[in-house]
């Protein structure tokens, strides 16, 4: 096997992609994120105990988005020039990334996400949970905890398994393997789809074609 070439996309820093025909390179980081998603993922599956699962799932969500955050960074400053559309990059520096995955499909080829439909909502709960992670304060969590811990608890447990911890606050319990398991769904998924409404064409690029059937229907 030649030094350079090209086995499993997923396993390479730089990957050839294919765009109807055509050759275009992704990112590293937006591949490495992807990479570390699904390592999180796995390893908050195999966890021997509720720490380590915790620990892995916060990486599983905040890995995630990363991915979907370079992915569609990529897009705009890499991709988007080659539609016929008057938007430059700079016109997308204020859109937040869930903004940019409506937006931008909405515009070249008039299709977008459904608010009704999934991945969407599971998309808005992932930033949420991100960004409550990120902006973590003891405050939020009691009143998670006190004041709505079943609005917030019940959405997330619409969409994958939560801990069964008694005493403890909102964020800890849904920190689980079968969060771990959706973040990266919803993040592969949304890229899925958005690739759909862009190319009309499922598995566009091997990144998202390899991630997908890397997972199964499981709920965990």
Sequence with gaps: MQKNQITNPL??????????????IRTFFEDIMLKLALKSKEDSKNSKNELDETKHCIGAVIFSWCFLESYINNFINNELKQFKTEMVPDDFLRLSTIQKYVFIPRIISGKSFSKEKEPYSSLVLLNKIRNDLIHYDAKMEEYYTYLTPKKFEKRCKEKFTTKEIMGTGTLRRILSKGCADWSVRTAIR?????????YEKKYHTFLVKDAIESLDDKKH
């Design 11 to 24: 396993e390479n820093p730089i990957i050839n992609s294919l765009i109807i025909g055509k050759t275009y």
């Design 190 to 198: 949304t890229v899925e789809k958005f690739e759909e409404f862009i």
